[in-house]
């Protein structure tokens, strides 16, 4: 299965680079900013929401001695039910493998390669193929490399426009009121959700759930620093109006900059170092797919599943890019789509963490051994 | 006629080959994997087990056999008289063992000693040992094997008649090149001595350096080769991972192969995957790197034959570390260090960003850079991506070209392939200035890598970088560094990973690149689990 065992820095550093690549680079500007931008309060709030929840299952999962996510859910809502939602949860990583690149093959479309969508998408395929080939240990060890990296680069991203950012750009502070802040929250929490619950599914990988809940606690803490500086840089550069035509506006903090002022245009080169935390994530989100379909085939190699979810992914991609003017990929479908997959799999874990676990004494005893 | 005797022949198909063909003369071409056995060879002769017996015309005859010592004359077999008492015989290889002591300390005493008394019956191989022979290094055998062994590794053997033992005496004295400075891995501070083809040299020089009495050299006898070569794992006893230990001397024991004449042959048949073009062993000829992994808990492979050790397990920065590292204060040592990374990083970086900027992204580029450029290659008629690839072929032709000629004519060659190669494509618009400087900027990068391995490996991701740039620009190069990256992650050296202690995370308060302060402390590397005191 190419799991293999990471520790905490390794995780911290891969959950970081999945929660602002879904975040920041996963929402599309039209979505994000809409009704006014309140990006910079709706994003950390639906980051600490999916926080809050993934405590409250991971208490359960350990306060019920179980071995993990799949072990409590076939205990309790049985193994077909079980089964069935590793599928649900299985297509939800497929998608979020696609997510986050929807946005750079736009822009790399629109200011770079002026040729056809297709052959981006066979590029970009490549590494959400390989990376879940080479193993759940080696795609933390790439997030290690690459997270620092990525985060000097962002500061110096956020620092070179200091002169620029105004506060008046800001306003409303509300965007559009509490309701619009509430219903992009739920649809943004689904997302992060799913990312901070998937190694549930592999707690051995993470030296138990325990471990697990220390690194997505720092994880989650310095996405919310990070995802937040980020929300109000592009927040103080552009007003609400401005970025509804803005592709990955973060990219483009330094466009209010006159031209020739540096002898590197940095936003263009900062695309392709940007894309390769959006790769990672893609990758570990692609990853986690193939491992539960594996799992669910009862098969032991992951390749095949994983060249499998990597094509449908891209092909989300890629559709997603050539119908993006048509309803498939408007704002409200997407919103509502993400709510309704959160309430499903919030569901189906309450009814899961109500009912008492099936199986006796010496099993419980067993799991909390392997749990500990 | 002749024409016509000659188109029949070639034409016809059954024509018999008049000149000597060595595989149409054999029943059949040997499988790819089958072994070459030839009339002498142990199996021929099935001696593994057989002992000598109290008859010494029958053990000789016995010898004599298997060296096949009327071809081989070099061979010797002196036949004397031990004490006028007993007839006796030395064998040795002329050549192997040194002459004079064979002389002074064997057959002199043996043959002018007449106070000692030989007993009359039973053994007297005790009292030739103990008071005939002043050999420092003396021992007995009986087994046949044993007995070639130590023949062919210039050690002599002494048989008695009516004796079951033979009595083996060091007295290896071969040539052998004296220890010299390292020409490979130059250092400007530090030890200069390098490791020699002799093994016992090699050891004696690693000896020199940690003078412990944990330091083990310990002999891979499982290691089959055809050539019979001497192989040693030295290591720390108190200091190694035992899981380390056995998983080393299960992998040499593994090794079943015609010839093993170098360290490079013991690599490449121990590792796995083999295909990697990044290596996961440290091959140096310096001793004082050798001592400082084995302080630390690694294991080195010594062969005899072999001027250089082979160091498991390694990981990126150890491999990107020199000698001279810690003979440097802190800052010095942390600045030669950046620099060395960012030579790297421009190595493999340099050609392919120039030609994603040039040929994909000139957008990037500002106006004046731009010109520059375009002015620069204004009458070359190659493609910019064409034009990198040449130029990094003639950059390694000329390195290749210098490495294997004398010393004195390799500095001439970078002189030709350097400035008047490089001037003259330049005049006659075959490459253009900007390509020029790109090339030599990453070649001048690629040399600051310590380990040669590592340089070829860094040439080979150059290359790769470069053509995912030329097919996707910047893209190509931002997926080749990440599957790149992704890739070396993925490895481990004898269960270390390649990038340990960085990715994965150990030993957080010892920087890699920024070199911390030398404390009175007694460390180990704690990535190998080693036994030491590690104060993490």
């Not at chain 1, 506006?249 to 209010?256: G, S």
């Not at chain 2, 109290?54 to 070099?74: G, T, V």
């Not at chain 2, 560094?481 to 030993?507: C, D, E, N, Q, R």
Request: glycine share 6%; charged share 15%; proline share 3%.
């Amino acid at each position: 299965m190419r799991e293999g065992q990471v520790g905490k820095i390794e995780l911290v550093c891969l959950l970081c680079l999945c929660i602002i690549s879904i975040s920041v680079f996963g929402i599309p500007a039209q979505e994000l900013y809409s009704n006014g931008n309140s990006s910079y309060i709706s994003l950390p709030l639906a980051t600490l929401l999916a926080y809050g929840l993934f405590l409250l299952l991971e208490n359960r999962i350990r306060s019920g001695g179980y071995i993990n996510l799949d072990d409590m859910l076939k205990c309790t809502i049985g193994n077909f039910f079980a089964q069935l939602f590793k599928v649900f949860i299985a297509i939800q990583f497929i998608f979020a493998a696609a997510l986050p690149l929807i946005q750079f093959m736009e822009t790399m479309h629109s200011y770079i390669f002026d040729t056809s969508y297709v052959m981006i998408a066979f590029y970009i395929t490549i590494p959400i193929v390989v990376l879940p080939w080479l193993g759940f240990e080696s795609i933390a060890r790439t997030a290690r490399i690459f997270a620092p990296l990525l985060l000097i680069l962002s500061i110096i991203m956020m620092f070179i426009p200091l002169n620029s950012y105004q506060s008046y750009r800001m306003y409303p502070l509300l965007g559009d009121g509490v309701g619009d802040i509430s219903l992009r929250t739920s649809a943004f929490c689904g997302m992060l959700f799913l990312i901070m619950i998937s190694l549930l599914y592999i707690p051995q990988c993470t030296h138990g759930t325990l471990y697990y809940r220390k690194a997505v606690s720092k994880a989650v803490l310095i996405s919310i620093i990070i995802m937040a500086s980020m929300e109000i840089a592009i927040s103080m550069i552009y007003t609400s109006n401005q970025l509804m035509d803005i592709q990955l506006p973060f990219l483009n903090l330094n466009d209010i900059i006159p031209a020739e002022t540096y002898s590197i245009r940095f936003e263009k080169v900062t695309l392709f170092f940007l894309i390769s935390g959006c790769f990672i994530s893609s990758g570990f989100s692609n990853y986690m797919a193939s491992n539960l379909l594996t799992k669910l085939f009862k098969q032991n190699d992951i390749r095949s599943f994983a060249f499998s979810c990597g094509f449908i992914a891209s092909c989300i991609v890629l559709i997603a890019c050539i119908t993006r003017d048509i309803t498939i990929y408007n704002e409200k479908f997407v919103l509502y789509t993400r709510c309704i997959s959160l309430a499903i799999t919030l569901l189906i874990l309450i009814i899961a963490s109500l009912i008492k676990k099936k199986g006796t004494n010496t099993e419980k005893r067993e799991r909390a051994i392997i749990n500990e | 006629m002749r024409f016509f005797s000659w188109l029949e022949k070639a034409i016809s198909f059954d024509s018999e080959y008049k000149d000597f063909e060595l595989l149409e003369q054999e029943a059949g071409t040997p499988p790819k994997s089958a072994k070459i056995k030839n009339s002498t060879s142990k199996a021929d002769l099935n001696y593994d087990n057989a002992v000598i017996s109290n008859n010494l015309e029958a053990n000789i005859r016995q010898l004599e056999d298997i060296f096949c010592s009327a071809k081989n004359k070099d061979i010797i077999i002196r036949r004397f008289v031990l004490c006028k008492k007993k007839a006796a015989a030395a064998l040795f290889i002329n050549g192997m063992a040194d002459n004079d002591i064979i002389n002074d300390f064997i057959l002199k005493p043996t043959m002018q000693m007449q106070q000692v008394k030989l007993p009359l019956f039973g053994s007297c191989i005790k009292t030739v040992i103990e008071q005939i022979l002043p050999v420092d290094e003396l021992s007995i055998e009986n087994q046949i094997s044993k007995l070639v062994q130590a023949i062919l590794s210039g050690q002599t053997v002494i048989l008695i008649d009516s004796e079951r033992d033979a009595i083996v005496a060091e007295t290896r004295g071969y040539e052998s090149r004296t220890v010299t400075e390292s020409k490979n891995e130059k250092t400007v501070l530090g030890p200069k001595e390098a490791f020699v083809e002799n093994l016992r040299t090699n050891i004696t020089l690693i000896r020199k350096i940690i003078k412990t009495n944990d330091l083990i050299l310990q002999s891979i006898d499982e290691c089959k080769s055809e050539n019979n070569a001497r192989m040693v794992i030295v290591y720390r006893e108190t200091v190694v991972n035992n899981d380390l230990l056995n998983e080393v001397i299960k992998k040499l024991s593994k090794i079943d192969t015609n010839r093993l004449f170098d360290l490079g042959t013991v690599e490449q048949l121990i590792e796995k995957p083999r295909l990697v073009p990044i290596p996961r062993f440290m091959i140096t000829e310096k001793p004082d790197k050798v001592a400082s992994h084995i302080i630390n808990g690694g294991i080195a492979v010594l062969l005899e034959g072999s001027p250089e050790a082979l160091i498991v397990p390694v990981t990126l920065f150890s491999l990107m570390a020199s000698s001279e590292d810690t003979y440097l204060k802190a800052s010095l040592g942390t600045l030669i260090r950046i620099i060395r990374y960012i030579g790297v990083v421009l190595s493999i970086l340099l050609p392919g960003s120039f030609l994603a900027m040039a040929f994909y992204h000139q957008g990037v580029l500002s106006t004046e850079v731009l010109i520059t450029v375009i002015s620069s290659r204004t009458l070359v008629h190659s493609s910019i991506a064409v034009e990198l690839l040449f130029l990094l072929i003639v950059f390694q032709l000329i390195r290749e070209a210098g490495m294997r000629v004398p010393e004195s004519i390799g500095q001439a060659i970078g002189i030709i392939g350097g400035l008047i190669l490089g001037q003259a494509a330049v005049a006659a618009n075959i490459v253009s200035t900007t390509s020029l400087i790109i090339v030599a900027l990453s070649g001048l990068g690629n040399f600051c890598v310590p380990n040669h391995q590592l340089m070829l490996s860094v040439t080979y991701m150059r290359v790769l970088v470069l053509c995912s740039a030329w097919i996707a620009g910047f893209l190509g190069i931002s997926i080749a560094i990440l599957l790149g990256a992704a890739y070396i992650s993925s490895l481990k050296s004898f269960g270390v990973p390649f990038l340990s202690p960085f990715a994965p995370t150990t030993m957080r308060d010892r920087p890699i690149i920024f070199r911390g302060q030398i404390r009175n402390n007694s460390r180990t590397q704690d990535y190998t689990n080693a036994k030491g005191d590690r104060n993490v």
